[in-house]
């Protein structure tokens, strides 16, 4: 993981700003950083960041008020933001005149700066790089929390599973070219499922009423698939999975979880690898290149 | 399209037998090969084949005795067998041990000729060839239902449009070599929806619900793009749409929808086109070639 991270991992010379929404993941990605000897400011969204609020050190702001937050980060000397969580409420952008669509989930900022094709939010990106800051990907500051390789919870895949995960991992790897494709759900080399503006919970509750409808095997078994595109780097938005994932893929009636070492992010990870143990589902690592189609 | 068929292309000497389940296509399909000046024997399956059966030259059978339709078709000198149609109805296939979720449209049939993953569906096929039939495609005795190229109805789709098309084919047949992503729906080269198992109309129902939640643009717009794997030739089971597929795509706001000309079968044609008129979606064959990741 050390090498994927590349040059300017981590923090450089300054606190790392973290703009935050909701969810455990903010305030793991600062406990990270800290546990790395590296040093913090961070702002939460109003009525999303509720638990990285509870540090006493977090500042909270409203979408209106984000202007303040980076100027906040400016004056305790941050030159590397990242932004983190989830949002769950439709913010005001009157003020920004941002797609609130677009902004739904933070991280999703982060893909303008690698070619996403929202304009808006390019040049909201451009103007906060432009005031000299750095936008990091969490993968970059916090590679604490990116999924090592092999079992991570109790339960190991069989080889059988682990060829499945090869199998839809190399599916998603052809779609890389076409920025889609971050999960798929695969079932004896039959893909049954792909994600792409749904997102995984979704993608997974599609595949338990395929169950129900007997349109896949109503026996239980497949793995959930995530993987980065081929070559992403970690600074961009990385596939992650949580909890939620994991209730997801238990209610599919799915036998486990392959994500990619090194470049998938792992939330609220003690839960998550409890919740798979207790679901029994396995949950494993595995190296995501040189599958190319 | 002469040159797709391929060798063996339509009836040879006999007449073409035709196992028919639901829908407008089993009906077309005979009178395609009729107005082509070939002989039809049609069976239709009891209480799924309605409209063919109106036919009075055809015969109607229960899953239990498809070993006397085959026989009937033996009897009347068939060598060419086609399956076609829709079964809604889980059929009772305890006397054959075949998988009903398989077989819930019998054009599945033909996957299993050309690699599908399902021993006990080719062991069935293998049976029926082993008697002496040929199992043909849809495409290959009834060419004449394939979609040419350009506007199929009033509207035509403009250059951006065309291009998103063009995007989506191009992902589709990266997803070839692994037998998935038939269709996809694009919203300026942003692939918002592949399908898998869930088939076309499901997933139009999904972009339809992610308009609502405004994951994607709630202002309408995009298109639905249907193809053929790459190299898959007219003897398999080929891409279909028909006035539902229309209604879905309507449903879902979507500007249009582009099909693989040559190589997409359009059920109901004279139904799907007026219904692509009123709704006012452009219905456009677009060539499939040459596309590859």
Not at 7 to 26: D, F, N
Not at 39 to 48: F, L, N, Y
Not at 206 to 214: H, K, N, S, T
Not at 253 to 264: D, F, H, N, P, S
């Amino acid at each position: 993981m050390g090498a994927a991270a590349g040059e300017g991992a981590a923090t450089g010379s300054g606190p790392v700003g973290v703009i935050a929404g909701g969810g455990m993941l903010p305030l793991e990605v600062a406990e990270a950083i800290e546990a790395a000897g590296g040093r913090v400011v961070v702002a939460g969204i109003d009525g999303e960041a509720d638990l990285v609020l509870r540090r006493p050190d977090a500042r909270s702001f409203r979408w209106g008020q984000i202007g303040g937050a980076i100027d906040l980060m400016a004056s305790r000397g941050v030159h590397d933001l990242v932004f983190v969580g989830t949002i769950t409420r439709r913010p005001d952008f009157r003020s920004l005149r941002l797609d609130a669509g677009t902004l739904r989930r933070l991280p999703r900022i982060l893909q303008a700066l690698v070619g996403g094709d929202d304009g808006v939010v390019r040049k909201v990106l451009k103007l906060i790089e432009a005031e000299g800051f750095h936008v990091r990907g969490i993968g970059e500051v916090a590679p604490a929390l990116l999924a090592a390789e092999g079992p991570l919870g109790r339960l190991g895949a069989d080889d059988d599973q682990i060829e499945d995960a090869r199998f839809a991992m190399a599916a998603l790897a052809a779609l890389g070219p076409y920025d889609v494709g971050q999960a798929a759900v695969v079932m004896q080399r039959r893909i049954v499922a792909l994600e792409a503006a749904e997102g995984t919970d979704r993608m997974l509750a599609r595949v338990a009423e395929l169950r129900q409808l007997g349109r896949v095997s109503t026996k239980g078994g497949g793995v959930l698939v995530k993987r980065a595109k081929p070559g992403q780097d970690l600074r961009t938005e990385l596939p992650t999975i949580g909890p939620a994932t994991v209730a997801a893929a238990a209610a599919a009636k799915l036998a486990g979880i392959v994500i990619e070492a090194g470049r998938t992010i792992i939330a609220d990870r003690q839960e998550t690898i409890a919740q798979a143990d207790r679901a029994g589902l396995f949950l494993v690592g595995l190296p995501g290149e040189g599958d190319a189609a």
